[in-house]
């Protein structure tokens, strides 16, 4: 099948319709104050639209919608079975409207247009999907008791759920909260992030029009520290699955503690290590995972593989090809098929890698490719994919999340000096190891602080398998059954038969 062409897409582009009003109780609201924000086309810095600046009063408004509906039954004791058929009509939904989907992601975030169809959206519809075919095959337990008593193990949905996510895959991190929480049957008033706001607005019409009943999904744009901060602080909400900055997530903990006690999940940062040994077996394939395992999406990815740690034998030659990979790689329409490097969300985190990048050069790291701004006659946010080699521990590069196309190349001698370099960091995301040598293999892996370790690999993903951080990365699991856990309750029912 043939795909749209870039000026296809531009056609369709200044044709889109692009919701801007939160969704309450299944309706298209303005905010309560009527205050609305700008939202900007990264690609070429002109605004998009100006949507709903939400806050406190309507959060309190989505908040009680959605425990209406909870209370009330009409989604949280609807048969498994009918509730199995609305979410995948849902995701059937998902990939009817993929194009139109993609095209809000790419125009509001940035990103390459073919990723956001061909992973994005594609992902996004398979997550609804799997947990959707949960709903009839998860069983509750009975325990071994004595013969005169009986004592069931019970999952109940938690009840609200808070769902905070972020710019970077705004739809695909939506979907990881949406899936198990409505899958259990709560409610969920989801927050995505000013920077990106429009793909959750417009996955809530789909929703609603899956069948969804009215009020069971609530969505609010605006800004973290108002709608965001009501949200966590809220007496009514029972969770909050969040994914963002470290800093935020600590945020997170408080506001739990100052309010109800509500469960907390977080999805923090990284700055994952790329641990190539010198025996590694395929060169090529090694610098192929480096590259795009930092400058996909524009680096923007808690689990971009922003650290590189080559033993000093083949140090040389990995960089080369890094570097020959990259220059194929600069920054490009996203609405071009063709593009694979898009622009950087907005002026504010351009600044940030920018930021980065002079450090860098300030610290004493050398610059093996980019470090520059790229297609400024755009009016657009585009960075140069951009190594440093020459990197230590104690350099900024070294240390802190950049969140752009930046990697930090740092040499080892042996395997013990890379895992601890490795682990010399609060995250512990995502990490991986490259080595013909299974017995390294194994002792690296049960060595790395992390939640994934990759083996002669990066960035492998299914959503058969869970995904979460050790340390400061967070905690709980996205994807996977184990998501399950987040957003249900044990209870235990015991019954004594001897009477």
């Not at 939904?93 to 073919?114: C, H, Q, Y």
């Not at 997530?249 to 977080?266: A, D, F, I, P, T």
């Not at 990979?325 to 063709?338: C, E, K, S, V, W």
Request: charged share 25%; glycine share 8%.
């Amino acid at each position: 099948m043939a795909h749209p062409s870039t000026q296809t897409w531009h056609d369709r582009a200044r044709s889109l319709s692009l919701r801007t009003r939160a969704f309450i109780d299944g309706q298209q609201v303005d905010a309560a104050s009527g205050r609305v924000f700008d939202s900007v086309n990264p690609a070429t810095g002109a605004l998009l639209a100006r949507v709903a600046h939400c806050d406190r009063e309507d959060v309190d408004r989505a908040v009680a919608s959605a425990r209406r509906a909870f209370e009330d039954g009409r989604w949280s004791r609807m048969a498994p079975a009918a509730r199995k058929k609305v979410l995948l009509r849902f995701a059937d939904l998902l990939r009817e409207n993929s194009d139109e989907l993609a095209l809000i992601e790419s125009l509001d975030v940035g990103k390459p247009i073919t990723d956001a169809i061909n992973v994005d959206v594609s992902s996004s519809a398979r997550c609804i999907q799997w947990f959707a075919e949960t709903i009839d095959k998860t069983y509750d337990e009975v325990a071994p008791t004595p013969h005169d008593q009986l004592a069931l193990i019970t999952r109940e949905p938690v009840g609200v759920v808070g769902a905070i996510v972020p710019w970077n895959f705004p739809m695909l991190m939506a979907s990881w909260k949406l899936g198990p929480a409505l899958a259990t049957g709560n409610s969920v008033v989801l927050k995505p992030s000013e920077k990106s706001p429009f793909s959750a607005l417009r996955i809530a019409e789909l929703a609603l029009e899956a069948g969804l009943p009215e009020g069971v999904l609530n969505v609010l744009p605006g800004f973290g520290d108002t709608a965001g901060k009501a949200l966590a602080l809220h007496m009514d909400v029972d969770c909050i699955a969040f994914t963002g900055s470290t800093r935020v997530g600590r945020m997170m903990l408080e506001y739990s503690g100052q309010s109800n006690m509500k469960r907390v999940w977080l999805e923090c940062g990284g700055k994952s290590p790329n641990i190539v040994m010198g025996d590694v077996a395929d060169l090529d394939k090694a610098a192929t995972a480096a590259a795009y395992g930092i400058f996909y999406n524009q680096g923007e990815m808690c689990s971009a593989a922003s650290r590189l740690l080559v033993h000093e034998s083949v140090r040389e030659p990995l960089l080369e090809r890094i570097a020959a990979i990259a220059a194929q790689m600069q920054p490009g329409d996203p609405l071009d098929p063709a593009t694979k490097l898009g622009a950087i969300v907005d002026d504010t985190q351009l600044a940030t890698v920018m930021r980065y990048i002079d450090a860098g050069r300030g610290e004493g790291a050398r610059v093996v490719t980019g470090g520059q701004r790229s297609r400024q006659e755009t009016g657009g946010y585009f960075v140069q994919p951009t190594v440093f080699d020459g990197v230590t521990m104690d350099m900024t590069i070294g240390r802190e999340e950049i969140f752009g196309p930046v990697l930090s190349a740092i040499s080892f001698t042996d395997v013990d000096e890379a895992v601890r370099i490795a682990n010399q960091t609060m995250y512990g995301l995502v990490s991986a190891v490259w080595t013909r040598d299974i017995t390294t293999a194994h002792r690296v892996a049960r060595s790395l602080r992390a939640g994934t370790v990759y083996v002669n690999c990066y960035d492998a993903d299914d959503i058969t398998v869970p995904f979460g951080g050790f340390k400061q990365s967070g905690n709980g699991r996205d994807k996977s059954l184990h998501a399950l856990d987040k957003y249900t309750e044990l209870k235990t029912t015991w019954i004594d038969l001897s009477a």
